[in-house]
């Protein structure tokens, strides 16, 4: 059996990851791509994020998922433009998905966008999206030793969310040693500890969010 | 850029994985390939589980990680076989690297083999490594809610372990929301929900592996 692959599926997934980043970026939206582990709590996150930031921005939400589309069921009662991709198995989003779901978004419309990738954190980081910062949600359950255990997925992300601190007292963890570890791959990337179900906690990540979107543009 | 691949890579793999499989029925080893997302518990689980059988059973494991040999180490004091297969940042474990390492373990002086797989809920799942048995560690601190969301993973597997159902007071999740999910997409597998840091939890997981053992080499 012989397969001819024609093209360099990284190349070409770049290319249309910066295809996107154009295309956003004329329509002055800031976009982050959401990382992590099943789990983690990507989608409470949102759920807290969208309620508050809402009167501030105008956003929208692309989900990706394996099957089902439970995670944007989710938000739907914010009544923003939520687009659903299902990979029908496949381990990540890439930039040709997205591509196709921002033709479904009114992106004059928006000033924020998030993408919640699919839970796994090993195989998304290699891919491109065209967004402008990348984030990953890292939750203690999962224990405070993960950063270097998934190096890659740590050092290639600009802000590292430790969630579930409220949990900690529970687990053997600790909060510190989790961002210890997380120095050990990725020396400039911002750290922010938080609980996604307590809202009073999420101040430093809107603040980031803000910041962020700034100079994001500015780019 | 034209890359010819002149094999299909899974009939390759699960031929090799075939050929372990014959490999290790020949001298009547059982073996359990262990797969979870990142920080599900497989470590523990393991460390709780050849303490108690080690007694029973010549032992050996297999580990896989991207980087680190951290899971390893946290095995060593039991003084058993241990191997350690780095994948240097791939997504999971294929027959191939099994073979690989099953060159380095006397088979006839074990009787129990577990491998421990990247911690991925997604690619792990595509491949053969040649085991008898396939369990999941699903912890419940990733909500009830997942076996829909990843189905290809939790409908290709005999045991689905519900771990760290001590946490379960402190977040909102039931142990019963999550083995219902399970049966949607697995109606056949067996189901043990425990602590793995609760030896006392672990009992029908012991009684489990003992009449897989007999069952899988009469096979």
Known sequence: MEIKVLRNVMVKNNAIGGDNRWRLKKNNVFTINMLSSPGAGKTTLL???????QEKYRIAVIEGD??????AQALESFNIPLVQINTEGG????ARM?????????????DLLF????GNLVC????????NRRILIYP???GDDK??????????????IINKVDIAPYLNVSVEKAMEEVRKVNETCEIIALSATKPESLEDWFQWIEKESVSALQE
């Open 147 to 160: 950063p270097t255990k998934y190096a890659t997925m740590f050092s290639k992300v600009d802000l590292v």
């Open 47 to 53: 759920q807290n994020t969208i309620g508050k930031l």
């Open 98 to 110: 997205i591509s196709g779901a921002l033709d479904s978004i009114n992106l004059e419309d928006i």
């Open 115 to 118: 993408v919640e990738n699919v």
């Open 124 to 131: 998304p980081s290699g891919f491109d999206l065209g967004e």
């Open 91 to 94: 381990c990540h989003l890439d």
């Open 66 to 71: 394996l099957y089902t589309s439970k995670d």
């Open 140 to 142: 203690l359950t999962e």
